[in-house]
């Protein structure tokens, strides 16, 4: 009896042993297969290639935002996943905002619109917010170019002007306030922009180049428009200074980081005696793209309405995150207008 009691007893533990075996690979493969379906279903924002849970259908909107020193600090510009930045009049360049991963609070100063920058946002396939416009910018609006937001229609009911700073430096709107107006003017908010490519984490990790941890960015001898940026090597991002202070949210005091510097060279011609100009940002032509404290040169291209490097003719990948994206005209050039500083 003894006997048949131990074989029964191994008899069990080898059956037991096997369950064991059969349900660790099976307890694995239910893993590898729940992580693989999570890849599957995350998605990433076109603009910045941040990760996603729901698949974003949301469209652009683009807002002209004020960079005249009274203007400063602005709001909503830390929630942009794109900033542009041009000349527009004189020595001060002006910013167009485009947010479409993130909804801002309140965002402005609002400024008026110019052609070049209303060409920018139609290519992001992106709703156009601003207060006032040039001649060349009105026809354009007047015509329906493209779907947008004017200050000057709706001063005082969707646009607010803050009683702290003063005309044409104070007219402000809500991402609300955005949506309100488009559900009146009955404009789709649905349609993606079209998509940077990207570097996947390691890759942005290991991007090789000059290393250029601080630059200037000089867009006139008078200099009121110059700005800085500086590489938190702890943050992996770029700050961004002008006027001597670093570029922060007005309402949060959050600070602006940019995760790539664009800078591009492009022609800029005067067109009346204003001095209003005519900027080419259809051509192509030389650039610097900064990421990770490294710089490297490149080429710009506008392909379908965004305007990406190129090296050797291939795109080349940004970091996922924030793009400022810096124009300056050809004459002076890139090399008198960006200066590295590697300390």
Not at 6 to 26: D, R, Y
Not at 125 to 146: Q, T
Not at 166 to 190: D, F, V
Not at 220 to 241: C, P, T, V
């Amino acid at each position: 009896m003894k006997k048949w009691a131990v074989a029964a007893a191994a008899v069990l533990l080898l059956f037991s042993g096997c369950s064991k075996k059969e349900k660790e690979p099976e307890k694995k493969e239910k893993v590898v297969e729940k992580a693989t379906q999570e890849r599957e279903t995350s998605y990433s924002f076109p603009l910045t290639g941040m990760v996603t849970k729901k698949e974003p259908d949301q469209r652009a909107i683009a807002v002209m935002i004020n960079n005249h020193p009274k203007a400063r600090p602005q709001s909503g510009l830390n929630k942009a996943d794109i900033v542009y930045e041009i000349l527009a009049e004189g020595d001060i360049t002006r910013f167009l905002a485009v947010f479409q991963s993130e909804k801002p609070g309140k965002i402005g100063p609002v400024r008026s619109a110019r052609d070049y920058y209303i060409k920018l946002a139609k290519g992001l396939n992106a709703l156009y917010i601003a207060h006032g416009y040039s001649p060349e910018a009105k026809k354009m609006l007047n015509n329906h170019y493209i779907d947008n937001l004017n200050g000057i229609v709706y001063d005082g009911t969707l646009f607010q002007r803050s009683k702290a700073r003063k005309a044409p430096h104070n007219s402000y709107i809500t991402y609300e306030n955005i949506l309100k107006g488009a559900k009146q003017k009955k404009y789709s908010m649905k349609g993606l922009p079209p998509s940077f490519q990207f570097l996947t984490d390691d890759e942005s990790k290991a991007i090789k180049g000059n290393e250029a941890n601080s630059l200037k960015i000089t867009y006139s001898n008078g200099g009121i428009s110059d700005s800085k940026f500086e590489y938190d090597a702890a943050l992996g991002k770029y700050k961004r200074f002008s006027g001597g202070n670093q570029t922060a949210d007005l309402e949060t005091n959050d600070p602006i980081l940019v995760d790539n510097i664009f800078i591009i060279e492009t022609v800029h011609r005067f067109i009346d005696s204003y001095g209003r100009r005519d900027v080419d940002l259809t051509s192509g032509g030389k650039g610097y793209l900064l990421q990770k404290g490294k710089v490297n040169e490149v080429n710009w291209e506008n392909r379908d309405g965004l305007i990406v490097p190129l090296k050797n003719g291939e795109e080349v990948r940004m970091v996922p995150g924030k793009t400022w994206v810096n124009v300056v005209p050809t004459n002076p050039g890139l090399q008198k207008s960006v200066r590295f500083d590697t300390n």
